[in-house]
């Protein structure tokens, strides 16, 4: 049984809507909600389950009216004054948690049959969470106020979760009731009483510090030593406890704290197995809601005697969420706990590592703490989900650049049984894998080839997706290249041909291409990468680069305007351009941001574009670009981007697997993105997305609703054009634009 106190994500106003309480039940997991009136005395409770039974008998069911309608009166509840005993005796099949109320029906807490999820205000602890970070400053602060503030200061900017400090009532602590100049104490204890004796801020100033770091948005923590400063700590309202290894044993502040039914963390250092289990049996005989620390309390702590692999055996020990305190040196031993499955970091810092006390020589300074968090989150990223192993987009790319494929040893007509002696493994990997060579043996070939082909997943079918005449409200196309848009054009009655470029096409005469005149609308893709492995920026602080930015974007307006002749019907060909204002190691902040957006408009200002129209291309926040993933932090927000089409008056290429991308990993609306960029745009990419970047998805095959989209794009982008932007849709003579154009009919 688990008791917990931190409630708020469970109680709803009685007169608030249904869809919020909803929204409540959706946050907390646990598929309830208590509803509650102005006074704090509870209504009734919802469930899941309740809120089904009542829509099944409902048509078009209202759910802005009160909650107080369809909630259940008169729970069954509990007392304040019940014992955990007696509380745990009431638990059953059927009820499985409990409100604890007190004398004025007021709920208090909640009380688990089973341990619910493991919470420190704000911040859950577990699997589907970031790890929670404690920056330890114990007494670093040398009994000096300002000190501490800087210090709190400092872990709110290196990206701490927590700022944690101790507290000591020294005359009920100690059975000398702490006299420093005890001569009866041995050497150990005499040195610990001097330095908590000069070095403690007392009650006052402590609270100050807590109040300081909940005004600049850090979560204050504390280890109360003693009862008196349990009772203090209570008093003042702290979040959850921190239990020192040294009071592992000492169950009487144990029960206490836990019977709060706030989060206590308990480490573990200097305790035998058999205490450890001791400890835990207190902390659930009152119900205590608790997390596990493993730790070495030696100062610092040896590498051989840190013992790691003890985390596990810790986490099936207390069944609770485990973590680690750290008192060895530097942080790699942080960060193999991350990956072994520590959900809770403790680590001490300082701001001098020379200065007098025994935890300065084992803290990490500010410059190695902001190291040790971006450290973590990038394990954490790392570590993925024990589930089929699937590639991603970056290894897609490379393996299409570097493995193998099935290609035609000779030429193949169509009708032909295809045997081993007609199929070479030659690279690149575009085509069928070497491994399916055994499923393809015996298949009988549904089209013509030439020598060095590759064959297609489609060969393995007996029914492909054929290009026809597709049917859409709005104008739409297709993405060719010089070597294919005549072969692609005769498939498809397109109105529209989207020539996306290499740096090599711009080398070649569009004459040398183009026979005739051509009917359809002309649209160009500006390359990404341009001549000597130039990534275009023109949004770099260096001049130098982003001269050769505007150099290289007027060649691609030069080229079109040469292409314009062969496009009679075209009277602005619209280029599209991913623009710039990416980031190796992380994000820039909005200040930054704004300066991009300057330094992008004043470099596009200098490109002749008379004839033509540049629009820059929405984009996801994680693009593999040249030399890998990067961050990109311009075309990604939809307020900066109506800010930047209004004051330069541009419109955009809205790419929208992109821009879903971004939305999912910034945690903004996408129906709000939609409605806000859809009407600056002047062409529109088609494609699914998930995650945060997994790009360019075909067509539900990932996390797009295009049911909504479609009516998003309707309203407010309703005759813009589109292509499909399946990432190879060309191969296999464009199959996967095909199959998308086929599914989109639907909906376009």
């Given at each position: 049984m688990i008791i917990q106190s931190n409630i708020e994500e469970y109680l709803i106003l009685a007169d608030e809507p249904i869809h919020a309480a909803l929204d409540k039940m959706s946050k907390n997991q646990n598929g309830f909600v208590i509803t509650i009136t102005e006074e704090g005395a509870i209504e009734g409770v919802l469930t899941d389950g309740d809120f089904r039974r009542c829509i099944s008998s409902i048509n078009n069911p209202d759910l802005s009216v009160p909650v107080s309608t369809i909630s259940k009166k008169q729970p069954f509840v509990t007392s304040l004054k019940s014992d955990p005993d007696t509380i745990s005796g009431m638990f059953s099949d059927e009820i499985r948690w409990l409100p604890i109320v007190d004398h004025n029906y007021h709920i208090t807490a909640i009380a688990f049959a089973q341990r619910s999820q493991f919470r420190i205000g704000e911040f859950g602890i577990g699997e589907s969470f970031p790890s929670f970070i404690i920056a330890e400053i114990g007494n670093n602060h040398n009994g000096n106020i300002e000190v501490a503030k800087r210090l709190v200061y400092e872990a709110k900017l290196i990206g701490a979760n927590c700022v944690k400090l101790q507290m000591r009532d020294m005359a009920s602590l100690y059975r000398n009731t702490g006299q420093s100049d005890d001569i009866r104490e041995d050497l150990g204890s005499q040195y610990v009483l001097d330095t908590l004796a000069r070095f403690q801020l007392d009650y006052d100033q402590m609270f100050e510090v807590f109040d300081y770091a909940k005004t600049i948005g850090i979560m204050p923590l504390c280890t109360p030593w003693d009862m008196v400063s349990l009772e203090r700590l209570e008093n003042y309202g702290i979040e959850g406890y921190k239990i020192s290894s040294a009071d592992l044993t000492n169950h009487q502040l144990l029960k206490a704290a836990a019977s709060t039914?706030?989060?206590?963390?308990?480490?573990?250092?200097?305790?035998?197995?058999?205490?450890?289990?001791?400890?835990?049996?207190?902390?659930?005989?009152?119900?205590?809601?608790?997390?596990?620390?493993?730790?070495?309390?030696?100062?610092?702590?040896?590498?051989?005697?840190?013992?790691?692999?003890?985390?596990?055996?810790?986490?099936?020990?207390?069944?609770?969420?485990?973590?680690?305190?750290?008192?060895?040196?530097?942080?790699?031993?942080?960060?193999?706990?991350?990956?072994?499955?520590?959900?809770?970091?403790?680590?001490?810092?300082?701001?001098?590592?020379?200065?007098?006390?025994?935890?300065?020589?084992?803290?990490?300074?500010?410059?190695?703490f902001r190291e040790m968090v971006s450290s973590i989150r990038d394990v954490e990223k790392s570590m993925g989900r024990a589930m089929e192993r699937q590639l991603t987009q970056g290894e897609m790319i490379n393996r299409e650049n570097l493995a193998k494929s099935l290609t035609a040893a000779c030429d193949i007509t169509s009708g032909t049984l295809i045997t081993k002696d007609l199929i070479e493994i030659r690279s690149p990997g575009q085509g069928l894998q070497p491994d399916r060579i055994r499923d393809l043996v015996g298949r009988i070939c549904q089209r013509k080839m030439v020598k060095g082909d590759f064959f297609f997943a489609s060969d393995l079918e007996d029914k492909q997706e054929e290009p026809r005449a597709f049917s859409f409200k709005r104008p739409w196309g297709i993405p060719v290249r010089y070597h294919d848009f005549s072969a692609m054009a005769e498939m498809v009655p397109a109105q529209l041909l989207e020539f996306h470029f290499s740096f090599r096409d711009l080398e070649e005469n569009p004459a040398d291409h183009f026979t005739q005149p051509l009917e359809q609308q002309l649209i160009v893709h500006a390359p990404e990468i341009f001549s000597g492995s130039y990534l275009l920026d023109l949004a770099t602080r260096d001049r130098d680069k982003a001269r050769i930015g505007v150099k290289s974007l007027q060649q691609v307006v030069d080229v079109t305007r040469n292409m314009k002749t062969f496009f009679p019907n075209t009277e602005r060909p619209l280029i599209i351009a991913n623009v710039g204002g990416f980031t190796e190691t992380g994000f820039v902040n909005e200040s930054m941001r704004s300066d991009m957006y300057l330094r992008l408009a004043e470099n596009l200002a200098e490109l002749d574009t008379d004839g033509v129209e540049i629009i820059p291309q929405t984009m996801p926040p994680f693009p593999w670009?040249?030399?890998?993933?990067?961050?990109?932090?311009?075309?990604?927000?939809?307020?900066?981007?109506?800010?930047?089409?209004?004051?330069?008056?541009?419109?955009?290429?809205?790419?929208?697997?992109?821009?879903?991308?971004a939305c999912t990993h910034f945690q903004h609306s996408f129906a709000n993105f939609i409605r806000k960029v859809a009407p600056f745009?002047?062409?529109?990419?088609?494609?699914?997305?998930?995650?945060?970047?997994?790009?360019?998805?075909?067509?539900?095959?990932?996390?797009?609703?295009?049911?909504?989209?479609?009516?998003?794009?309707?309203?407010?982008?309703?005759?813009?054009?589109?292509?499909?932007?399946?990432?190879?849709?060309?191969?296999?003579?464009g199959s996967g634009f095909w199959l998308a154009l086929s599914r989109l009919e639907r909906w376009l």
């Open positions: 039914s706030k989060p206590v963390i308990l480490s573990t250092g200097m305790s035998t197995e058999t205490e450890i289990i001791s400890a835990i049996g207190a902390l659930r005989q009152v119900g205590g809601n608790f997390a596990l620390l493993h730790c070495n309390s030696t100062y610092p702590a040896p590498f051989s005697s840190i013992n790691l692999l003890y985390m596990d055996r810790l986490k099936n020990i207390g069944k609770c969420e485990v973590g680690y305190s750290g008192h060895e040196r530097g942080y790699s031993v942080v960060l193999a706990a991350i990956a072994r499955g520590a959900r809770i970091i403790e680590k001490h810092f300082t701001l001098d590592r020379s200065l007098e006390g025994n935890d300065h020589k084992v803290s990490l300074l500010p410059s190695e670009l040249f030399g890998g993933q990067r961050h990109h932090n311009l075309f990604v927000n939809a307020d900066e981007i109506v800010d930047f089409c209004e004051k330069n008056n541009f419109r955009i290429c809205l790419d929208v697997s992109h821009s879903k991308l745009s002047a062409h529109i990419h088609i494609a699914d997305a998930a995650g945060v970047d997994d790009e360019g998805l075909q067509i539900s095959e990932g996390d797009i609703d295009w049911s909504e989209l479609s009516n998003w794009l309707d309203q407010h982008a309703p005759r813009v054009s589109f292509i499909p932007e399946i990432w190879q849709g060309h191969k296999d003579t």
